[in-house]
């Protein structure tokens, strides 16, 4: 029977564009985190055995972590933060905008990808690696969005990789070039997934508060940050409510990217250059293995939080430019 994300929701908070490309970014020297080892790590020795991964897309700090009081995240701020740990340096380092900003969090590497849904990343994601490693059919693992576009994130350039091993997805309205969900929608799609499929990982991605930022709507902008906050405070309540993942399972809140400085072009509208505002975005990790009510200052970006999640699911990747994120753990 199919559930209603309405029915299950404590208390929800009532309330397609085109990102600009990257003429000015190059790919640092190196950008990727190291291919993992053959085998599932078995000696990995975490309680964590299930990941979620929500990117809520292109909130600036100024209003989310770094507004006083914190007050358009209070589901964040008051409800999770007790239960994990913030880091407060968190930066997309790479390109900033949906498709590069995701795609460096499932392959642990930077690129410069196009952003309207038409190129896959060069190198295989953590999903189609732990699928190849752990012997579970692809419904164990899951991409949702709310943007069709990130489709791309389920496969890759490579040749070795390219078809194989492909998660689970449901993008968009109904895939591929099918238009943007809204993210109600989304919620509702994630909670019937988790409880059909009981996936080991996944990432689902929020468009707001993105789409309406490209409008030009600051009020929309707001309830977008308010609405996802609320959203995603409600999926981890359903996830955890299962005995299936309870005290098993960590989840990461971050962002793909931030947003111009009200100084910077159009502001708050757009986003993309190199600008603090685009940079500097959030992550918040939530799990059996990490800290409590606690923050971290080291300077963290996408290919860390990339690296952890290969860490905490044994996939016993090399640490490289990726390091694992070490003190967030307990």
């Known amino acids: 029977m199919r559930i209603s994300f309405l029915l299950v929701s ?40 299930y990941v979620f991964v929500f990117v809520i897309d292109g909130p600036r700090w100024s209003e989310t972590w770094g507004n006083q009081g914190r007050q358009f995240i209070p589901y964040q701020n008051l409800q999770l933060l007790p239960k994990g740990v913030l880091c407060t340096d968190f930066i997309n380092d790479g390109a900033t905008v949906t498709v590069s ?87 509702d799609t994630v909670l019937n997934i988790v ?13 707001e508060p993105d789409y309406s930022a490209h409008q030009g709507d600051w009020y929309g902008y707001i309830d977008g940050i308010i609405d996802t906050d609320s959203l995603v405070w409600s999926v981890i309540n359903f996830i955890e409510a299962d005995p299936f ?35 500097k975005i959030s992550l918040l990790s939530i799990g059996p293995d990490f800290k409590q009510n606690d923050s971290v200052s080291t300077k963290y970006s996408h290919i860390n939080l990339s690296a952890t999640i290969a860490e905490l699911m044994g996939l016993g990747r090399e640490e490289n430019n990726g390091k694992v994120m070490w003190d967030i753990f307990k």
């Open 245 to 279: 993942y309870e005290n098993k399972t960590s989840y990461f809140i971050t962002n793909d990217h931030g947003r111009h400085l009200n100084e910077v072009q159009n502001g708050f509208v757009s986003h993309g250059d190199d600008c603090n505002g685009c940079r």
């Open 195 to 207: 409880s059909q499929y009981h996936p080991y990982l996944a990432l689902i991605n929020f468009r």
């Open 101 to 187: 900003g995701h795609a460096a969090i499932t392959t642990g590497c930077y690129e410069d990808l196009e952003n309207t849904g038409g190129e896959l990343p060069s190198r295989p994601s953590l999903f189609q690696f732990w699928l190849a490693k752990s012997d579970k059919p692809k419904e164990s693992a899951w991409i949702i969005t709310s943007k069709d576009k990130l489709y791309v994130l389920g496969n890759c350039k490579d040749s070795s990789w390219n078809g194989k091993f492909s998660p689970s997805l449901n993008c968009g309205l109904a895939g591929a070039y099918s238009g943007y969900r809204d993210d109600f929608q989304t919620a």
């Open 10 to 49: 404590l208390l929800l908070l009532t309330s397609c564009s085109t990102d600009p490309m990257l003429p000015w970014f190059s790919a640092p020297e190196n950008p990727c985190i190291e291919l993992p080892d053959t085998t599932i790590n078995a000696v990995a020795n975490y309680n964590t055995k």
